[in-house]
Each structure stands twice: as structure tokens, then as C-alpha cells.
């Protein structure tokens, strides 16, 4: 396990932003969801020794997050999610000093900063001041000062925040390319759920600073609920609401379109026959994918 | 070149126990430094001084030759503890000391806060009492350069020139006064500096700060001195602190008439102050609660 963490507690005062959180995550691409002010950041700050528990413990690469802090940061690269910098140097002057303050030699952090220049794409301006950096510019920057050192594990705060749609599937791609490829196990907290979708394949849901959810994400898509999509002709509320009687969440589309979501143990033939009992025809029936908004959406219990 | 083409590949190096793990923070603090507009020829004033007194040091042993400079009048060149009082306690030095941290120190925190970098370096492995050390080294490297490592060459070349140790015969303690004034000094000016530097995110108002409490502080004193009579008020002077504890530790009577331990409690107390205002400035993450 990469990270394990046992009855995590921590208030900002009266406010408390974890409560009694255990979590095992494995390796791989692992997703950090939730709200804003769910508990992501304050997690992965005190995963890196930012933050001090209030109680709890748990171990990051084997290394306790209470008095190991200093083993953590060096075997663990971060991407902060505020845009930050270190004004009057270029890119491979900025690069190769995080990786002497992580511990590399002089000349080998030098090395390694043009070689992760080169791979998060900024071999053409890595001899540019920071200050003329654009913001796609700076996310890359901001991974590749988190692969210098070549870390085993990686946390992206909001990786593709600020980005435009290429930028985005850029970054996604070498997020994906890090973890998939090069066997580095990265956490990434974000809000956007496609990005999570599209690169993890476990998640850890937080919701109110308590584990809302957490597992594959193709089980908890499987496991939770079935989802099908379907168009009736006539009276929809009275049918929405046996549905809902069944135990089963409805969404409705703009289109017409009813997402129900049905418990796991009910069958898809219950439709038909509240259908029939309705006297409803069902015009579209189809057993759709479970995106991971829609779970997402069930754990945190918002639309 | 797209990203693929060019892949990742781990790096097959090891990580060093480094001794002084700030040591790149001191590093990159005087080259960002050396590359400020007008910063190498304010450097360059500030070491004229020291030039000019090891001048005077090797004058002072040749004054046969230089007889015809000097017009008979050779008190003024007598190297005694009154010499290198002169040179680290003149206005002029302390000035340009000043002037040099507006330069080397005004950004060195309000940088980061500002650009949100303090994470940078705590992501890193390193402690809050590494990224301290590291910015104060910047400051001792740069005060030191016109304090500790000038006091400590005019007394070897004194040595040199005369070609014998009955300066140092005379004055043991020399050594030790040049030693213990440039680590006052350095100490003092580096809480100083970073604490000014820590509480505000614009450089040029810290600039301001560093100047401006400097010049206050001493224009302060000569007012309620002025008014009062009483020359306890120097107490209020950075300056003053300085040059009153500076003269007792080269054995002069000091300037003012008050003890001066009292002006180095002053410079104690604020760097006591100054550290604790560093503490709970230096952090991680800002919390807002």
C-alpha cells in the first residue's frame, strides 16, 4: 500500500476538516475526489507533513507521517495547486534547485532538469524567465519540478486547473504516461471528474471530511447500482414516483431521457411491470455505463 | 518534439546526506542578487572603505615612503583597536550595510510569500530552520564580506607589513573583538531583514521598511534627545545600539552615556522578536481560518 492512514482527525480550529478517516490506497493512478472543502487538500497536506494530525496515524511509502515527514518529501514529488514560482530564473535553474533541495548532486540535478524539461514539453523555453511563463506553461513546469528527483509517488493538486482543453489533454496524457508506463504512483485531487475518469483507475471519495467512498473505480461504478436510460410515453410523474418507491434514483434529461439508477438486488423487469401498471409505454430502453459524476453524485448525495 | 517521443526514464543516481541541505538556497539568494540593476557597483562602494583602511594599514608601516603624502602629521595612522573602531562603526559602513540589504534581503521571504513558493521548499526535504538558515545565509555572506573578512585582513596584513606579532602581542583581544562585532552585526541585520521580509509580499514596500525603520529610528533618538536631554533615548536607535555596543567591544568609551549592555539587550530582544514573528510567518500552507 502506498498510503494507509488509520482514524485521521484535524480541525482548523472549530472547524473540522478530517474526521476518524482510514484509507488504503494501492499503487497506480488513484483519483482524490470531492467537494470544495471536503478535506482533499488539507489531506495531502498532511500526507506530506504540512499539517500535523490532530490523531490518527498512517504511513506514506512505509514512512510515518508524524516523524518520517523529511523520508516522505524526498521519495514523494508535489504539484501544488496555486500557481507558484521562484522569481529572476529560468526554467532549468528553477528545475535543477528543487532537485538539489531534494537532495540530488549539483551537476545531476542540472542533468535531470533539462531531461524532465524535455519531457513534460518545455524543451523550447526552458532557458525563458518564469515570469513570462503562460499558465499551461507554468502547470508543466510545476510537474516537472515534481518529477526531478523522480519520485515514487506524485500528488497533483488540481493538475489541470486554469488549462485550455489541449493543455488539459496534454497534461492528462503525461499523468497518464507516469502512472501507467513508468511505474510512479500518483495521487491526484481534483474536482474535475472526467480528468479522474480518464486516468484512475481507483478513487477515493471525501465528503464532509469523512471517506465517502473507495475502491476500483470500475467496481463501485458495478457494484453500487445499475444504470439504465430510458423514454416513456404519457405521464411521467406518476411512474418517476413508483420508481422512486422501488428504491430507485431518477434523473431527467433535458431531452426527455429518464436515468434510473436501481439498486443493485432489484431487476430491470420491475420497470416493465410498473410500466404495465402505469399503463406507460416504454419507448427506449437502454442498460447505459455508470460514469463516475454518477457515483460521485450518489456518495456525495448532490445532483 | 511532442512528449512521447521523448519519454520518461528514471534517474539511476543517489540522493547525498547533505551537511548543509540550505546551502542551494544561499546559493541561489546571492546570484539572484549579483543579477539586480546597479547591485555590483553598490557592492563595489560598499568594499572601498575596506580598501581604503588596508591602505592605511600598509601606510602606516612605510611611512618613510610615504612621508611626503602624510606632511609629518602621522597620529591619524597609528593601527590600534581605535583604527578598526573607526572602520566598523563609521556611519558610512553601517549605511551601505543597509543599503546592501535592501538589495540581497528585501525579496528573500516576500518573494516567496508572494508567489506562494514557501510550499516549493517545504514539499522539499528540508526543515523550516533549513529554508531560515539558507536566507540568512545570503545576508551573512554579504555583511560578512564587508565586516568579518576585512577586520580579519587588515590584521593579518598588519602582521604581514610589520613583519613581526608585537601588534597582536599588544592587542590579543583584537581578534576576537572583530569576530564577536561582525557576528553581532550579521546576526542582528539577518533577523532584521528576514523578519521585515516576512511581514509584507511586496519587496519594494519591505525595501522601504528596512530603509526607512533604520533612518527612523535614529532620527527618533536625536528628537526625544533633543527634548529630554537624556541620552537613554539612544536606546531607540538602531544605529546608536550598534555603534554603543560596537565601541565597547573594541574598548572605547562609547558615544553614549549609557551602559552597553542595555543596547545590546535592544539588539537582542529584537532578534529574539524578529524570531518568533519568523516562526509563525514560515509555513507551509497559509491557513485561513
Known amino acids: 500500500m502506498s498510503v494507509e492512514v488509520k482514524g485521521l482527525h484535524f480541525s482548523y480550529g472549530r472547524i473540522k476538516a478530517l474526521n476518524a478517516v482510514d484509507i488504503s490506497l494501492p499503487g497506480g493512478a488513484i483519483g482524490l475526489l470531492g467537494p470544495n472543502g471536503a478535506g482533499k487538500s488539507t489531506l495531502l497536506r498532511i500526507l506530506l507533513g504540512f499539517l500535523k494530525p490532530d490523531r490518527g496515524e498512517g504511513t506514506v511509502l512505509g514512512y510515518n507521517i508524524k516523524n518520517q515527514q523529511q523520508l516522505i518529501r524526498r521519495y514523494v514529488g508535489y504539484m501544488p495547486e496555486d500557481d507558484c514560482l521562484i522569481t529572476g530564473i529560468d526554467a532549468v535553474s528553477f528545475t535543477s534547485y528543487m532537485g538539489e533541495l531534494s537532495g540530488m548532486p549539483r551537476q545531476e540535478a542540472m542533468k535531470r532538469a533539462h531531461e524532465v524539461l524535455f519531457y513534460v514539453g518545455l524543451e523550447e523555453s526552458r532557458y525563458r524567465n518564469l515570469e513570462t511563463y503562460s499558465a499551461g506553461m507554468r502547470q508543466r513546469l510545476k510537474l516537472a519540478q515534481a518529477l526531478v528527483h523522480d519520485p515514487k509517488l506524485i500528488f497533483l493538486d488540481e493538475p489541470t486547473s486554469g488549462l485550455d482543453p489541449q493543455g488539459r489533454q496534454e497534461i492528462l496524457e503525461l499523468i497518464l504516461d507516469v502512472s501507467a508506463k513508468k511505474d510512479i504512483q500518483v495521487l491526484i485531487s481534483s474536482h474535475i471528474l472526467p480528468d479522474i475518469e480518464g486516468v484512475c483507475s481507483y478513487v477515493l471519495i471525501l465528503n464532509k471530511g469523512q471517506v465517502a467512498s473507495q475502491g476500483n473505480l470500475d467496481d463501485l461504478k458495478q457494484v453500487n447500482y445499475s444504470l439504465y436510460e430510458l423514454k416513456i410515453k404519457g405521464e411521467e410523474a406518476g411512474f418517476v414516483k413508483g420508481l422512486e418507491s422501488m428504491k430507485c434514483r431518477v434523473e431527467q434529461t433535458e431531452d426527455g431521457l429518464l436515468k434510473v439508477y436501481m439498486p443493485p438486488d432489484a431487476s430491470p423487469q420491475q420497470i416493465f411491470h410498473l410500466a404495465a401498471r402505469e399503463k406507460q409505454q416504454i419507448r427506449h430502453f437502454v442498460k447505459s455505463q455508470t460514469s463516475l459524476e454518477d457515483l460521485f453524485a450518489k456518495v456525495v448525495g448532490v445532483d | ?289
Open chain 2, 1 to 289: 518534439m511532442t512528449i512521447k517521443e521523448k519519454g520518461y526514464a528514471h534517474w539511476d543516481g543517489n540522493f547525498v546526506a547533505k551537511k548543509f541541505p540550505w546551502w542551494p538556497i544561499t546559493r541561489y539568494g546571492i546570484k539572484l542578487t549579483f543579477r539586480r540593476k546597479f547591485f555590483k557597483l553598490l557592492f563595489i562602494m560598499a568594499l572601498a572603505p575596506g580598501l581604503v583602511f588596508l591602505a592605511g594599514i600598509y601606510i602606516s608601516e612605510r611611512l618613510e615612503d610615504f612621508r611626503f603624502m602624510i606632511q609629518g602629521d602621522t597620529q591619524f595612522l597609528s593601527i590600534d583597536p581605535t583604527y578598526f573602531k573607526a572602520y566598523f562603526t563609521n556611519e558610512f559602513m553601517l549605511f551601505m550595510i543597509v543599503m546592501m540589504l535592501i538589495f540581497c534581503g528585501a525579496g528573500l521571504i516576500s518573494d516567496d510569500l508572494k508567489f506562494n513558493s514557501l510550499q516549493l521548499y517545504f514539499s522539499r526535504p528540508i526543515s523550516k530552520s533549513d529554508y531560515f538558515m539558507g536566507k540568512a545565509a545570503v545576508i551573512v555572506f554579504f555583511v560578512f564580506v564587508v565586516t568579518l573578512i576585512p577586520g580579519l585582513i587588515f590584521i593579518i596584513m598588519k602582521l604581514l607589513f610589520a613583519g613581526n606579532f608585537e601588534f597582536l602581542a599588544k592587542y590579543p583581544w583584537l581578534p576576537f573583538s572583530v569576530i564577536g562585532y561582525s557576528f553581532l552585526v550579521t546576526i542582528f541585520f539577518s533577523f532584521y531583514t528576514l523578519f521585515l521580509s516576512s511581514i509584507n509580499k511586496n519587496r519594494r514596500y519591505v525595501a522601504i521598511l528596512i530603509f526607512g525603520l533604520y533612518i527612523f529610528t535614529d532620527i527618533l533618538f536625536e528628537i526625544f534627545e533633543d527634548i529630554f536631554r537624556s541620552e537613554y533615548f539612544s536606546l531607540l536607535s538602531i544605529r546608536a545600539n550598534i555603534q554603543q555596543v560596537g565601541y565597547a567591544l573594541f574598548r572605547q568609551n562609547t558615544p553614549h552615556d549609557v551602559p552597553w549592555v542595555l543596547a545590546l539587550a535592544v539588539i537582542v530582544g529584537f532578534c529574539v522578536l524578529g524570531g518568533f514573528v519568523l516562526k509563525s510567518k514560515i509555513k507551509g500552507v497559509e491557513i485561513v481560518k
